[in-house]
């Protein structure tokens, strides 16, 4: 099953590749199911607008295996310690883009 991350991380050791897709390819990935492990409600929140998905927050540990796939959110800048996002249009200013992190080994 496809996770959900809102960060490029590498949550164990192992080779990966990490490639950028565009909001139709990352669209088309979820509608074979999902985990999320987006761990902010306004995230989740703005994510379930542009993903035409429900997306829920979990903030639970996430430990990707060989073989498995997540789809990463990621903002083009750094934001401010402690800003929160709240919408489309403060996402939009910033930038962001949606990437593929495979484990292969």
């Known amino acids: 099953m496809l996770t959900l991350l809102n960060a490029p991380i590498l949550t164990s ?12 390819q990352a669209k ?3 509608k074979n199911g999902f985990q999320s492990y987006i761990g902010h409600q306004s995230t989740c929140n703005i994510l379930s607008r542009i ?4 997306i829920v927050m979990n903030r639970g540990e ?7 796939r997540a789809l990463v959110f990621r903002l083009k800048k750094r934001i401010n310690e402690g800003q929160v996002l709240n919408t ?3 996402i939009e ?3 962001y ?3 593929l992190l495979t484990r292969t080994k």
Request: overall charge negative.
């Open 88 to 90: 489309i249009e403060e």
């Open 93 to 95: 200013s910033i930038g």
């Open 62 to 68: 996430y430990k990707q295996q060989p073989g498995k």
């Open 28 to 30: 088309e990935l979820l």
């Open 13 to 24: 050791y192992g080779l990966f590749t990490f490639e950028p897709i565009n909001t139709e």
């Open 51 to 54: 993903l035409d998905e429900n």
């Open 97 to 99: 883009e949606f990437g």
